[in-house]
């Protein structure tokens, strides 16, 4: 992985991904003691970043590989990003989603002409279910972090990060990043590295799926014990990537923690300050930016949205929980 | 007025207007059955469009002039707009503003550094307190939308509209605009007049204050009868103003008239499929767009969310009656 085949990522996303807006509030600011930057991927394709590694890896298919269809597995943001790259190629997309995903993306991911497979995360075999449509339909596997390009793709958000700071007249910061299995994370530390070297990568992640966290802390790949699913349902993946950690290690941390109290906290300051809207994975960094600045160094930080797709009761709830601060 | 004084404003605002995103969502185009581009004007500083006019005037006024401070009349989102561009001068700021706007808009006006001086709508006389203040202090009253600089600067949203739709392809498009007082309707249609001739204004209004639709029809500017204050209360002016109202009847029309709960409806949409906060009357010209497409002409349709600065619990209720559409 290196930043010309994020350059290339770029070039193939041109005129389909969104140049998402870097926006700030001065409320933000104070709340942070200082300045606020929000790269706002809620207003990606889709609702969330995972439009860009999608496109990015469906695009770089040999075109007789394409044809015969993609498969991928997620719990709903992956899943609409893969969805919508076949559909504008006008080749088949099967998603294989928990039952318990929320309501939402499972609709959308339908909406965007996938097929869309449920399976019961107590009682199936993800894999098992997945192998077999792969290998009956010839469908190309595109994986959520652990793909080169897939990562190329998300490292598009880093160019843009680094493009937009610079304009603000701003080299160096520290970036947050929300963190699952680490493409986004991993692909802005190497877009950074190269295009704003000043600049420093912090994954944040939710109370009780903080292994990226500890693997940053370890050395190595350390795995999530709980198997629960958590508030934060974008970003609760068992364990870093094996393609995403070594660059991370290199690049990026320490990491960041936040409650979902925060997390909500922070829905609720990107619906009154941004005119935004946040999922809860998607507003953990906001939440370590506003609520973690011990935690954090220099006059500026940072942090993507990285999603917006939540169902209403969720919002509705964080509104109401938090709304008032 | 014309299109030299709009790129003027567009030069002072280089830097500080953000350029706000053109965005769309496939599911918005089967709602309405066509094409939808959607101004995201609530992503504009301190939260709608207003930010333009207000940085124009203030930024236009000659030194001296401006040092002595400014006045302005305002529900909330001028207010909000000259707040910021007052302070970002360093001159002082006192608004004026009725007793029952918005919470939101009055302590947010606050933060912003002006000096808010609230009044009784029924027992007192604005202009009065106005005229007192001014002669005392030697404010320049800023106008919300009867002043070419004012115009002008909303005009820049105009500019914006052409160039984006461009890059899209797209020439010939309706674009339905949020109307009050006519500034940002009339400001638009200048610049696209000169920028995207295959353009057509259409002002989009609530039910109940439809004075510019009215007015359009009649050839002359007739007046809303209430004076009930509606939900859309950013844009319940009493009459189109005198200097705007001769340019929409020359470049705009026929209005369009949506109800509340379509405003509401609206503003549901928005959150699911855009990831946007928008209020009441930053809405109207979507739900005109979604909700009466038998008025509209053409493949694509263009509207503006004009702001997004919405009490909690008026947001709550939109998605709560609305959201599962």
Redesign the interface.
């Known amino acids: 992985m290196d930043i010309e085949r994020i350059e290339a990522a770029a070039s193939r996303l041109q005129g389909h991904a969104?140049v998402?807006?870097l926006?700030s509030s001065?409320?933000l600011d104070e709340i942070a003691g200082r300045r606020v930057l929000v790269k706002?991927e809620?207003?990606q394709h889709t609702?969330s970043f995972k439009y860009r590694g999608a496109r990015s890896a469906v695009s770089a298919l040999p075109d007789a590989q394409r044809e015969t269809g993609v498969i991928a597995f997620s719990s709903g943001n992956h899943a609409q990003g893969v969805a919508l790259a076949a559909k504008q190629f006008g080749v088949s997309a099967v998603i294989i989603m928990p039952a318990d995903a929320p309501k939402?993306k499972i609709d959308?991911t339908r909406?965007?002409g996938a097929e869309v497979v449920l399976y019961d995360r107590a009682t199936e075999d993800r894999d098992a279910i997945g192998t077999k449509l792969s290998d009956e339909r010839g469908l190309t596997l595109i994986r959520p972090f652990d793909e080169p390009e897939v990562i190329a793709g998300q490292g598009t958000c880093g160019l843009e990060i680094a493009a937009q700071a610079a304009e603000l007249g701003v080299t160096e910061a520290e970036v947050i990043v929300c963190c699952g299995g680490g493409g986004l994370t991993s692909g802005i530390a190497l877009a950074l590295e190269a295009r704003a070297p000043g600049m420093r990568v912090r994954p944040a992640e939710p109370e009780g799926f903080d292994d990226v966290t500890r693997s940053l802390v370890s050395g190595q790949i350390e795995r999530n014990t709980g198997s629960a699913n958590g508030l934060c349902d974008a970003i609760v993946t068992p364990q870093p990537g094996n393609m995403t950690f070594p660059i991370m290690h290199r690049l990026c941390g320490p990491g960041i923690v936040v409650t979902d109290d925060e997390a909500q906290r922070a829905m609720a300051q990107a619906?009154?300050r941004?005119?935004?809207?946040?999922e809860p994975g998607g507003a953990v960094a906001l939440a370590a930016a506003l609520y973690h600045g011990d935690q954090i160094d220099g006059d500026t930080v940072i942090c993507t949205i990285s999603g917006?797709n939540v169902d209403?009761a969720v919002?509705?709830h964080a509104?109401?929980q938090f709304?008032?601060e």
Chains 1, 2 share one sequence.
């Open positions: 969104r998402t807006p926006l001065p409320f706002a809620c207003l609702g939402m959308n909406a965007l619906f009154a941004l005119k935004l809207v946040a917006g209403r919002f509705l509104l109401a709304g008032e």
